[in-house]
């Protein structure tokens, strides 16, 4: 089983080190570190843009502590996420865009056409009903648990946990 490690919000601005207090704005961004996806939060006074090599990045508030908050779920950030996978190698990140991907299914951006047996792999064949191309997704054969840990990994990557 592939083991995920994200860290919590710290609640304090990457660039200036200041706490994020409830209710403010926050810039979110997702870079790579060693081969993992690492999750920066960053003030409004702190950001600056995107960092070279941003994997993707969304705005947001900083919620009060232990309030329940709505999940909110954005499909255009996931769909660039999913897009931005495209063609990795790493198992993690294999197992990263299948999860998006059934994510984008459920919400019914992506439709499923077809499966096919390809290299001894199975391959779904999935559309997207707004821009109508289609993509092709390794189903990387996750246990249950494993599925899991991935769809945690892709909401805490997200702020959605």
């Known amino acids: 089983m592939i083991d995920y490690e994200i860290q919590a919000n710290t609640r304090r601005c990457a660039a200036t080190g200041q706490e994020l207090r409830a209710g403010e704005r926050v810039y979110t961004v997702l870079v790579e570190q060693d081969g993992k996806f690492v999750r920066q939060d960053y003030s409004s006074a702190g950001w600056q843009g995107p960092p070279d090599g941003a994997?993707?990045?969304?705005?947001?508030?900083?919620?009060?502590?232990?309030?329940?908050r709505r999940l909110h779920i954005d499909e255009d950030l996931l769909a660039d996420c999913f897009e931005r996978l495209e063609g990795q190698t790493d198992p993690s990140r294999i197992n990263f865009r299948y999860v998006v991907a059934l994510l984008l299914m459920r919400r019914k951006r992506f439709k499923f056409e077809e499966v096919r047996t390809e290299d001894e792999q199975e391959v779904l064949y999935l559309r997207c009903a707004r821009t109508r191309n289609q993509y092709r997704v390794v189903n990387p054969r996750l246990t249950d648990p494993e599925m899991n840990a991935v769809q945690e990994e892709v909401f805490k990557i997200l702020g959605w946990q």
């Not at 994997?55 to 329940?68: D, I, L, M, T, Y």
């Open 55 to 68: 994997f993707g990045f969304w705005v947001g508030r900083v919620p009060a502590e232990g309030e329940q």
